[in-house]
């Protein structure tokens, strides 16, 4: 028996080496691997390749069919997180930029007040990149020289109404309060509109000196003052009918004309003109 058993052994030995002399050494199998796809390595090795299966997401395509909505309707149908996506869109490559938007809007409670907010605090209280911060908070800057670019400084300013509905894309997003002065030419024309200070949400400080250089620095015949109340309570205080009394004062010597003070908050102003305030002012000095 045992004649027998060792020939059918050394048998088995042979077959077991002729069975797995074409696996090649695991260093080989590695190099292949690295040079040719999944299904390359299989065929060669009759490897079978086992895929996992992956769950549909419901995010998958998110971003082009938002787009697509944007071409067909434009943004009237967005909700805000909505909009902010869009936005982020173009600043963080891939994923899903929905809680992010979401995010972003909780902390600051709303679109308005999170692209009010400067930059560097948004990183700072939301851990997002300083680039991300300054895309989000770009937009309002753009919409205002958007809409201040689209005025035609042909037109005469020669009455209220229309310094107002200047002055509204002027102030548009501004959380402070401000004051402007419209700079005039002969025939009413917009020179420019000169910033002379920029304060706190509740007060601006004008400064005669800078007024007076401004005006001869653009060779202005007429100006009107204007400020904004961030609050939108257009009733003027007493450091509204000073500030107007120290302008008209300063600009005397030069007989240059003050016309008007528009005090501007959101869509509705106040005019000192309309008010008869002007002529108490001068009347007054």
């Known amino acids: 028996m045992e004649n027998e058993v060792y020939p059918l052994k050394a048998n088995f030995e042979e077959t077991k080496k002729e069975q797995f002399a074409e696996i090649p050494p695991i260093e080989s199998l590695y190099d292949t691997l690295a040079d040719a796809t999944f299904e390359e390595a299989a065929g060669k090795y009759n490897l079978r390749v086992v895929k996992p299966k992956i769950k549909n997401n419901i995010h998958d395509g998110h971003r082009e069919r938002q787009r697509e909505k944007y071409l067909r309707s434009g943004l009237d149908s967005f909700a805000e997180h909505e909009l902010l996506e869009m936005i982020l869109f173009y600043c963080v490559s891939r994923g899903d930029v929905n809680p992010l938007a979401h995010r972003l809007i909780d902390t600051y409670g709303s679109l308005s007040a999170l692209m009010d907010a400067f ?19 770009l937009f309002p ?11 035609d400084k ?4 020669n009455n209220s109404k229309k310094a ?108 000192f003109s309309e008010k008869k305030l002007m002529n108490l002012v001068y009347e007054k000095e």
Request: charged share 15%; hydrophobic share 40%.
């Open 119 to 137: 930059p560097e605090e948004i990183v700072k209280r939301c851990g997002i990149s300083i680039s991300t911060a300054i895309l989000i908070t």
């Open 164 to 271: 107002a509905a200047y002055l509204y894309s002027l102030f548009a997003n501004e959380i402070n309060e401000c004051m402007y002065l419209l700079c005039l030419d002969n025939s009413h024309q917009l020179i420019t509109a000169a910033l002379l200070s920029r304060g706190t949400i509740n007060e601006a400080t004008v400064y005669p000196r800078t007024v007076v250089q401004t005006v001869l620095n653009h060779n202005a015949a007429y100006v009107i003052l204007s400020h904004n109340h961030p609050s939108g309570n257009l009733f003027p205080s007493q450091g509204d009918i000073d500030s107007t009394a120290t302008v008209v004062n300063a600009l005397k010597p030069i007989n240059v004309k003050v016309l008007d003070h528009l005090i501007i908050g959101g869509r509705n102003y106040y005019s």
């Open 141 to 151: 800057k753009m919409y205002k020289r958007y809409e201040t670019s689209k005025w």
């Open 154 to 157: 042909r037109l005469p300013i």
